[in-house]
């Protein structure tokens, strides 16, 4: 059983940005 | 890092490589932008969305000296360097067409290091500013940088008052870079 996940370009760009301060706080 | 990859790698094998050469480049934009006075008295809300709307606009201006527009070939993070042509047969035709077309007019106006430093802050506080709570701060951050950006312009080149009205003018061209790439999909498969 397969999962396909698709997101953009700037959606990978938002989630690392989100992640670094979620980790920074 | 690499336009093409063998055939005997699974595709998420492929993300594995790109996340690994991209998430590092996302976060010095990251470190970038902490490091840009003022832009950590702004909360954090709104660094966060400044980031979100300006980070693929900056990592446009950092991949220009990627692009060589004399020889028209790009350069890959494993060192190697393709010819446009082979890079448009693998599909990417449209975006390496606005890179080179964008590289090459900011390559023509021979930025030193610290001018585009300035530059690419001056991208990053201009971004959407849909989703900011403070725009006030945000207007008063972006006209300080403006203004240092300008003066050390003109300092260096008092005989060529074009330059930093054209460098201006690069800003519209990311925005459009951003708006038509960066909605461009990933797909992955996990099992």
Not at chain 2, 113 to 123: G, I, K, R, T, Y
Not at chain 2, 133 to 144: F, P, Y
Not at chain 2, 174 to 182: A, F, G, K, P, V
Request: aromatic letters at 8%.
């Amino acid at each position: 059983h397969k999962t396909h996940r698709v997101m953009t370009l700037a959606d990978h760009i938002s989630h690392i940005i989100t992640q670094d301060f979620a980790r920074n706080q | 890092a690499c336009p093409v990859s063998g055939a005997e790698r699974s595709s998420q094998e492929i993300w594995e490589s790109f996340s690994q050469c991209f998430t590092p480049a996302v976060k010095e934009v990251v470190e970038f932008a902490k490091g840009i006075p003022g832009f950590q008295e702004l909360s954090q809300q709104d660094q966060v969305m400044l980031l979100k709307s300006g980070t693929f606009q900056v990592l446009m201006v950092r991949f220009c000296t990627l692009f060589n527009a004399e020889d028209r070939t790009v350069t890959f993070l494993n060192g190697k360097t393709y010819p446009l042509s082979t890079l448009r047969a693998l599909g990417m035709g449209s975006l390496l067409d606005a890179m080179f077309e964008f590289s090459e007019k900011l390559g023509s106006l021979g930025l030193e290091p610290d001018e585009m430093a300035l530059f690419m802050a001056v991208v990053l506080v201009s971004a959407d500013r849909s989703g900011i709570s403070d725009m006030w701060a945000v207007e008063q951050l972006q006209e300080g940088l403006i203004r240092a950006l300008r003066s050390l312009i003109n300092r260096r080149r008092p005989d060529d008052s074009a330059l930093f009205p054209k460098l201006l003018l690069r800003l519209p061209d990311l925005r459009t870079l951003n708006n038509l790439h960066s909605e461009k999909l990933l797909a992955f498969r996990i099992d």
